[in-house]
């Protein structure tokens, strides 16, 4: 196969310099080209037509969010943002990633070695070289598509990573005030995580925060795992309740959906319904195949709306998810699922 061509856009050319020192060190991947802001850059997609450019947010004469807005409706093509981790950073990446980005990274910064901040931006950068780009149209905010909603008690758990952001504004916003308690892990940088569960937050009726240890888990409440140093869990007889974790990565991630649905499956098996969506990796589809095995309803979404359909493929191929279903439908079938209301009525 051929490398994959990746274009740099940073107005630091020390970081360009760092970027492409990374990237040259696989073998799959050929850097073709460097641009020091968005003028500079849109010659050079014009001339060099590359698979995947990474785009600092702050440069001068265009930001980096407007010139992706530009390329994501004139030209979709994957990119991936390089941000500082800093509340301010997290605010702009979250915003890149809902308007169509592929992923993130953080730039290297309180010590931290390149090598280090940069060790997933090659692999990042071959799946977004395979991933599926959409043109970027403002998002329509979604009413719930149930007539009514009582919560049947069961807890709902959902997994994803990259393409999550936008999978998980699309869902969450069907969800009315009194929707099911729900515990999610989506892998994000720890920094990012507050600023995602204000979004998701704002998003939809019910209320939606970054997890606490011993938060007890509420009908209209949803937790986000924090990034970072722990896992989320829930455990609990008759108040359940989320813990985190301190552990080692698990499938190389901290937050792993795998030790949610794990969880999930011990400490209330089919009370539960378990949903994995876009993603890289295969993170999560054994943990939703302990919660099938112990009664749980599980989906999964299917290949053509995922970014990337990595995690929702590995558990359809064991046998964890019981049906797979579209991104924009997915919203009102967990609800369906956890809707006494419906259940009464059939």
């Given amino acids: 196969m051929s490398p994959v061509r990746v274009l740099i856009v940073d107005d630091s050319a020390t970081m360009r310099g760092l970027i492409k020192a990374v990237l040259s060190q696989d073998p799959a991947i050929e850097v073709i080209g460097t641009a020091s802001d968005p003028l500079e850059a849109r010659t050079a997609i014009k001339a060099l ?70 060790a997933e931006l090659a692999d990042k950068v071959k799946a977004a070289a395979r991933a599926k780009m959409r043109a970027f149209s403002q998002p329509v ?41 729900t515990v999610i892990t989506q892998h994000m940088p720890a920094s990012f995580t507050g600023s995602f569960a204000e979004r998701l937050n704002r998003s939809c009726a019910a209320s939606v925060c970054e997890a606490s240890e011993g938060a007890p888990l509420e009908v209209g409440q949803i937790y986000l795992a924090p990034g970072g140093a722990q896992h989320l869990e829930i455990s609990g007889l008759g108040q359940l309740r989320c813990r985190l974790k301190p552990a080692d990565l698990v499938n190389g991630h901290r937050p792993s959906v795998d030790v949610l649905f794990e969880s999930v499956a011990r400490t209330v098996g089919g009370q539960s319904v378990g949903l994995i969506l876009t993603g890289m990796g295969r993170d999560g589809a054994k943990g939703l195949l302990s919660m099938r095995e112990a009664g749980a309803s599980t989906l999964g979404q299917d290949e053509a709306s995922c970014v ?13 998810v019981e049906r797979q279903a579209p991104l924009e439908r997915l919203g009102p079938m967990v609800l369906n699922l956890c809707n006494l209301d419906r259940r009464e009525r059939a």
């Fill in 308 to 320: 990337v359909y990595g995690m929702p493929r590995v558990a359809h191929e064991i046998g964890a």
């Fill in 141 to 181: 905010v979604a009413k719930p598509q149930i007539d009514s909603f009582k919560s049947d008690g069961r807890v709902l758990a959902i997994g994803s990573s990259t393409g999550g952001v936008e999978a998980l504004l699309a869902i969450i916003s069907h969800f009315p005030a009194n929707c099911p308690p």
């Fill in 49 to 118: 037509n590359p698979d995947v450019i990474t785009l600092d947010i702050e440069m001068p004469n265009m930001n980096g969010l407007e010139f992706l807005e530009k390329i994501m409706r004139l030209r979709p093509m994957p990119v991936i943002m390089v941000s500082t981790l800093t509340q301010h950073g997290a605010v702009a990446t979250l915003k890149a990633l809902e308007i169509g980005a592929f992923d993130c990274v953080g730039k290297p910064m309180n010590g931290i070695a390149a090598r280090e901040a940069f």
